[in-house]
């Protein structure tokens, strides 16, 4: 999907779209304690 939008809608649009999906994320690591969420993290960025 190609749309024509300036930079703070695009970052808006994405910001939107990361939160929702962490809220699912975040809903299915209950299991996880926070530091080893932290962990995993910041291993994906790598």
């Given at each position: 999907?190609?749309?024509f939008?300036?930079?703070r809608?695009?970052?808006d649009t994405i910001t939107?779209?990361?939160v929702s999906r962490l809220?699912?994320?975040l809903a299915s690591l209950q299991l996880?304690?926070?530091i080893g969420f932290?962990?995993?993290a910041f291993k994906q960025r790598d």
């Open positions: 999907m190609h749309l939008l300036n930079d809608q695009i970052g939107l779209f990361i809220d699912r994320f996880f304690s926070t932290r962990d995993a």
